[in-house]
T-cell receptor, first 111, second 112 residues
């Protein structure tokens, strides 16, 4: 019930393309769904987050789509750039506040 | 505003030793959480402190402990180190009542 499943494990996208990373959760008590971006040697950086009362949130080139009935959410990176090459983690949390993370997706954007 | 700082950044210890890691949260943030990151297990929650009290604890053995001081700075301690404790230890801080957690750069612990 505490798992967050993330796919794919790795993703290669051409510059200018759309990167899509998917996550699924089991615990219906989760009510906060963030995405983190991590570069090698750095800590995860909060990228964008969504609450279950909305189906989509957009910040610049980054969009979260949220499907409450399917218990799924996804990150879309529009016009992907080589500088977006990093590992992306989805996460979920509930009333206790601790984040449950997916296993991560290593994104490579080719010039 | 300065971000979350963690010291030291790198540490090499021998099996059986103990280690203490330090975390200074973003100014004004009173909640501090610790996570362990390994290639195999990913990011896993260790514990959370708020106002010097442990509010939540993950599924780790008692060798892992922590504390928080009145200035919100936090330390975590690992006793009787094992090879499997080699990991990146991350600290995250958040404002009271807010979901957003902001991570520090981590402490890379290597146990030999």
């Amino acid at each position: 019930q505490q798992q967050v499943k993330q796919s794919p494990q790795s993703l290669i996208v051409q510059k200018g393309g759309i990167s899509i990373i998917n996550c699924a959760y089991e615990n219906t008590a989760f009510d906060y769904f963030p995405w983190y971006q991590q570069f090698p040697g750095k800590g995860p950086a909060l990228l964008i987050a969504i609450r279950p009362d909305v189906s989509e949130k957009k910040e610049g080139r980054f969009t979260i789509s949220f499907n409450k009935s399917a218990k799924q959410f996804s990150l879309h990176i529009m016009d992907s750039q080589p500088g977006d090459s990093a590992t992306y983690f989805c996460a979920a949390s509930g009333s206790q506040g601790n984040l449950i993370f997916g296993k991560g997706t290593k994104l490579s954007v080719k010039p | 505003k300065a971000g979350v700082t963690q010291t030291p950044r790198y540490l090499i210890k021998t099996r059986g030793q103990q280690v203490t890691l330090s975390c200074s949260p973003i100014s004004g943030h009173r909640s501090v959480s610790w996570y362990q990151q390994t290639p195999g297990q990913g990011l896993q929650f260790l514990f959370e402190y708020f106002s010097e009290t442990q509010r939540n604890k993950g599924n780790f053995p008692g060798r892992f402990s922590g504390r928080q001081f009145s200035n919100s700075r936090s330390e975590m301690n690992v006793s009787t180190l094992e090879l499997g404790d080699s990991a990146l230890y991350l600290c995250a801080s958040s404002l009271m009542g807010q979901y957003e957690q902001y991570f520090g750069p981590g402490t890379r612990l290597t146990v030999t």
